[in-house]
């Protein structure tokens, strides 16, 4: 669902959880249905205190990883391994 732009599926660098990104609150309506009717899959959501995704890019390699190390709990790789 992800590869067609409906959804964006973010991982935690801290942990293994999954969230879903998405462009309204119907859209996880959606994907919980259409999990249900072409995979079926049952699936339920709940909802993060997340309210925006910014990509980071730094040409500076040590004061990425120092940012990166100070907001670890903030931070998601996106599906293309993007921070």
Do not use: H, M
């Given at each position: ?58 040409a500076d390699a040590k004061k990425f990883e120092?940012f990166k190390r100070k907001n670890e709990s903030?931070?998601?790789?996106d599906g293309g391994d993007n921070l």
């Amino acid at each position: 669902l992800s590869e067609e732009g409906a959804v964006q599926v973010f991982r935690p660098i801290s942990n293994n959880d999954l969230i879903v990104g998405a462009v309204g609150v119907l859209q996880f309506d959606v994907v919980v249905s259409r999990l249900k009717s072409e995979y079926n899959v049952e699936a339920v959501y709940e909802s993060v205190n997340v309210a925006t995704a910014r990509w980071v890019e730094c040409a500076d390699a040590k004061k990425f990883e120092e940012f990166k190390r100070k907001n670890e709990s903030q931070l998601a790789l996106d599906g293309g391994d993007n921070l």
